[in-house]
């Protein structure tokens, strides 16, 4: 939302707030299910079940479309092509584009619209990340390209149990869908068109989170989707105060990194598996979990390189991904900022491709230690007592951490302090300074995320300018 019209929205009352997110739900559904949505989605439902041959012939087609397209369309990636000596037409595997010069999140904002392909005859559409870190990406997309795109996210919901068809469904995301100013519920808005509520993720405060619970259980969802601490936020509240009336048949967590003890806390208090996934705004990858937890990479999605193993920890590996669905702004050998945890086994489900163990994190989420490890898992230390409702690590120098604290009693904090400050100087070294800090709030970012781990340094350990 532009902040004119966000403006406008907020002025709103509750019905007509109401009737402009359902409208903006039918103009998404058509834009994302129009088209050969259909045809997408059944095709995916029958590769996934692929022998590891045939999915490896579908993605090698599908890699050389993809880049004879993008060196015929956008001269950027011709000139890309010519100067480091590959020939698109030879190119069959993500094995033959090792010789390009790999892309940054930087390269993808300064060159914006020199990587959009010329004569693209659909309409094109511009999407942002959330930008946590600075300026967010646009990333350019014809219909096309979302609706291939959503054919995966509707495909993953299968995986999960849940149906394609319109369902209930409760969302916790970045969307400012009630006012910030807003005092009282309801801090959620209903797209009647899907069956969706949308709720707030910047109004989850003490004093609200019973309203929040209510409302949940009345409307029983099928699914919940979101943003991990948001619903953690929900599930700890439930558990602290023995609610146990909310029961989706799903849930579907995105856009932060899930911490184990927020996918225990939720599973148990609400009663069902969580299916995380991990995407990128690029359409650069996607990682979604099967019926058996595994981490697959859809290989149809893009074709996935992982640059050398990271000097810190051994099987941690930025992937180097290549787009197969964007067409209109080709993603070729981009890096992503996430480190990712590798893993060679096949799933029991029977669906072939990369998969991983577990996703860490955003480098800048992750804290170099003085001997030269990243960690990014570092708030579960301070979950171990009941204490503690938020916690924030925050790498201010090469060798000292502030730690932010959100206690549930300030005065029953400090022998809990103790042993969770010795499980952090465990993980870090005897090296690094730690400063304890408690504070009432930790500010969510502008998209309204929380971020467990912040590293204010550069991976080669100096402070960022």
């Not at 259980?217 to 599930?235: K, M, N, Q, V």
């Not at 230690?369 to 230390?381: E, F, Q, V």
Request: charged fraction near 25%.
């Amino acid at each position: 939302m532009t902040s004119l019209s966000q403006r406008i929205y907020d002025r709103l009352p509750v019905l007509g707030q109401n009737l402009a997110v359902s409208a903006y739900g039918m103009m998404i559904r058509r834009r994302r299910r129009g088209g050969e949505f259909t045809r997408y989605y059944n095709e995916l439902m029958e590769s996934q079940w692929f022998e590891e041959s045939e999915m490896a012939e579908l993605q090698r087609t599908r890699l050389r479309k993809l880049v004879r397209w993008a060196c015929e369309r956008v001269p950027f990636q011709r000139r890309r092509f010519e100067e480091a000596g590959i020939d698109p037409n030879r190119v069959e595997g993500v094995e033959d584009l090792r010789g390009l010069e790999v892309m940054t999140s930087q390269d993808l904002k300064r060159l914006g619209r020199a990587l959009v392909a010329e004569g693209v005859q659909d309409k094109i559409y511009i999407t942002h990340s959330s930008g946590t870190t600075g300026t967010p990406t646009a990333t350019f997309v014809s219909a096309e390209d979302l609706r291939r795109n959503y054919a995966f996210r509707d495909r993953s919901r299968g995986w999960a149990g849940l149906p394609i068809e319109r369902h209930r469904t409760a969302s916790f995301g970045g969307r400012q869908i009630t006012p910030i100013e807003r005092q009282h519920p309801p801090f959620w808005r209903y797209d009647i068109v899907n069956d969706k509520w949308h709720y707030s993720s910047y109004h989850l405060s003490d004093d609200n989170l019973g309203a929040y619970c209510e409302h949940l259980a009345r409307i029983a969802p099928i699914e919940i989707f979101g943003y991990p601490s948001s619903i953690y936020a929900i599930a700890a509240y439930m558990r602290d105060k023995g609610i146990s009336n909310v029961r989706p048949k799903a849930i579907i967590t995105s856009s932060e990194t899930l911490l184990e003890h927020q996918r225990q806390t939720i599973e148990q208090q609400l009663g069902c598996k969580i299916f995380d996934e991990y995407g990128a705004n690029e359409q650069t990858i996607l990682v979604t979990q099967c019926e058996e937890g595994t981490y697959h990479i859809n290989p149809e999605y893009s074709a996935v390189d992982f640059g050398p193993a990271n000097d810190g920890e051994k099987g941690q590996f930025n992937p180097i991904c290549t787009s197969l669905v964007n067409y209109t702004m080709p993603m070729i050998c981009v890096k992503m900022s996430d480190l990712v945890v590798s893993k060679v086994n096949r799933c029991r489900c029977g669906r072939v491709g990369q998969v991983l163990d577990h996703i860490l994190g955003r480098e800048d989420d992750v804290i170099v230690t003085p001997d030269g490890r990243h960690i990014g898992r570092l708030s579960p230390a301070f979950h171990s007592t009941a204490f503690v409702k938020e916690v924030q690590v925050v790498q201010v120098e090469p060798e000292r951490l502030v730690v932010r604290i959100v206690p549930i009693s300030r005065d029953r904090f400090d022998d809990a302090s103790k042993a969770a400050i010795r499980d952090l100087r465990s993980r870090v070294g005897e090296k690094m300074r730690i400063d304890t800090i408690l504070v009432d709030h930790i500010e969510r970012t502008s998209s309204g995320k929380f971020r467990a781990v912040i590293s204010q340094i550069n991976q080669d350990g100096c402070v960022r300018a």
